[in-house]
């Protein structure tokens, strides 16, 4: 605390930090202003009437008045402290030229004190001064000396008087109680040191205008409130109250949107809100794209860099429209999305409805070189729409979570970096505990707890399943649609039915060779019930007049890609896992 024989003391750069953080948690609140507006579009969405009772949501117009009231006195916080930092920071300036005055004033009276001081002045003839002279002088010199100090200790009680008035100011301004109200005790060093536990009891007293703010200008709070183990996640998002919860998925749907242990529609509620904000940075980027495009139109004068950096253009407008319209029809509810972060490749469509009438869990993993774009243009959803169609109890999620063999984290590598990733014990080992993790959040669902899970995977999708086992994931049953393989140290459970279904396909003559897998393949393993091959529409191989068996590469490849679709042709294959899950 400054007094007056300091009035300058503080530190102007830490009064400035807090102003920039007032500003922050004003920028904080106009974003949730827009987040806030796209929940509240999509309140009448049976994920939103699921979730909400009491139509929570259609409160949100409500807590606009409320929180431009809040921008308004964020804003006015931070000017206030701006100014006091300005203003303390002036008052220190002159703090130091008046105490190097001051210096110089008591150096000047101790001097005439001790009789150091010369009196002589310009023009001064004689060499004996007469003594009324000299003590004429020294009343002069003792006279100004005491004024100059005067003068001095009234610009310091100016000073001083500067410092309370701007005290008074910056505390009337700043009014912390009416901007922050019941949320500023979670920014003090109580809550710091406060457990989860307390933090969420708290947290369910908060009115909801409070809750919105909270969740905005705290979100390292709320990470540390909901960042843990599936299980623990659950367990807390139990705790909270259901107003908590809702503002938790307007306010903050990034987090929410990828966090496992969260219920599933908690989590496809958020993922809407994700791709509003995604359509966003998607027409921003397209319209970088166009106006670069329009750019080169005018200065061709390098024609062939203008039309390759053309076409590369066109290729990745095309790229952002298929993702704009995947994210449009999730937007309008014809998606539903457990998972999305473009970024990192990560993608998980939910097919059905959780609900107390859920009986049937699928998890279907796509196979090697399944990269975003499937998504869009719906390649990898088929199957599972096809039972999610015919048996209304299921819940179908199709799953891509970052790495996949040649799309490692959206790199698309390519067909050869595609071949070697699906063959890497190591590729698969990184990825069995991430699908793990998923399958535990899945497990502590409520309305998905009781259903009975399957996994399915297609070619590479079964390596990644298996080691998901050895990561700790359970099954009902593990279905291998032309698998892969397993890892060596996989070990079938004794709870799980496995079943491979196959034709003869381009895998499966490479699984002969020994060299997929190390031989370690649904095929070779008595883990796995495995029929004959179903016959696809075309021979995979034919014998010529000398007896000489001909495969065919082309019939080979697509028989492998058509046991994981609803195709006509595989309606055998379709017919018998309908029975193995359902009975």
């Not at 964020?74 to 005055?101: H, K, P």
């Not at 407008?317 to 937007?331: I, P």
């Not at 457990?338 to 469509?349: M, N």
Request: negative net charge; aromatic residues 8%.
């Amino acid at each position: 605390m400054w007094t007056v024989a300091n009035p300058g003391l503080g530190e102007p750069d830490s009064i400035l930090s807090e102003s920039r953080v007032r500003s922050a948690k004003a920028a904080n609140l106009r974003t949730l202003q827009t987040t806030l507006a796209s929940a509240r579009s999509h309140a009448e969405t049976t994920g939103w009437t699921a979730l909400s009772r009491d139509a929570f949501v259609e409160r949100l117009v409500g807590l606009v008045p409320e929180i431009d009231l809040l921008i308004r006195g964020l804003d006015a916080q931070a000017a206030a402290l701006e100014t006091y930092s300005v203003t303390v920071d002036e008052i220190q300036g002159e703090q130091r030229l008046l105490e190097a005055q001051r210096t110089t004033a008591d150096t000047d009276l101790y001097d005439l004190q001790l009789g150091k001081t010369d009196f002589a002045q310009p023009g001064d003839t004689f060499i004996f001064m007469p003594t009324t002279v000299l003590q004429t002088r020294r009343e002069e010199a003792f006279e100004v000396a005491y004024a100059a100090i005067a003068g001095i200790d009234v610009l310091w009680d100016e000073l001083a008087t500067r410092r309370r008035t701007a005290d008074d100011v910056c505390v009337r301004d700043l009014g912390s109680d009416q901007v922050l109200g019941a949320t500023s005790w979670f920014g003090s060093s109580w809550a710091s040191g406060s457990s989860v536990d307390d933090l969420i009891a708290r947290m369910n007293t908060l009115s909801e205008a409070d809750l919105a703010v909270l969740i905005a200008t705290n979100p390292d709070l709320v990470k540390r409130m909901l960042t843990a183990t599936p299980e623990t996640v659950a367990e807390r998002w139990q705790q909270l109250g259901e107003p908590a919860r809702l503002a938790l998925i307007a306010g903050a749907p990034a987090l929410l949107g990828s966090l496992n242990g969260l219920p599933a529609l908690a989590r496809v509620a958020a993922n809407r809100l994700n791709a509003s904000t995604r359509i966003t940075e998607i027409d921003a980027e397209s319209a970088k794209l166009d106006a670069e495009n329009a750019g080169m139109d005018r200065t061709r004068g390098r024609w062939e860099q203008s039309y390759g950096r053309s076409d590369q253009i066109a290729k990745e407008l095309e790229q952002l429209e298929d993702e704009r319209s995947y994210l449009q029809r999730t937007v309008d509810g014809k998606n539903q999305l457990y998972l999305y972060d473009h970024e990192g490749a990560r993608i998980v469509e939910m097919r059905g409805t959780p609900s107390s009438e859920t009986r049937e869990r699928i998890t279907y993993v796509p196979g090697t070189m399944s990269n975003m774009d499937m998504f869009y243009d719906g390649s990898v959803q088929p199957l599972s729409d096809w039972f999610v169609d015919n048996h209304p109890d299921t819940v179908a999620f199709i799953y891509k979570d970052g790495l996949f063999p040649g799309d490692s984290g959206g790199t698309r590598g390519g067909l050869t970096k595609g071949v070697a990733d699906a063959n890497s014990a190591d590729f698969a080992k990184q990825t069995g505990p991430v699908l793990a993790d998923f399958e535990t959040g899945l497990a502590t669902d409520p309305l998905l707890t009781d259903a009975t899970s399957t996994a399915i995977g297609h070619s590479w999708g079964l390596a990644n399943i298996t080691s998901a086992e050895v990561a700790g994931a359970h099954y009902d049953s593990v279905v291998s649609l032309s698998g892969a393989w397993m890892p060596q140290d996989w070990g079938a459970d004794p709870t799980t039915n496995y079943a491979d279904f196959s034709y003869e396909d381009i895998l499966q003559v490479a699984q002969g060779t020994g060299a997929v897998g190390d031989g370690n393949n649904p095929r070779s393993s008595d883990a796995f019930q495995a029929g004959a091959f179903y016959e696809g529409p075309k021979p995979a191989y034919t014998v010529d007049g000398d007896g000489t068996l001909i495969w065919h590469p082309t019939v080979l490849m697509d028989n492998h890609n058509l046991v994981a679709t609803d195709n006509v042709n595989n309606r055998e294959v379709v017919r018998d896992l309908q029975e193995l899950i359902y009975g």
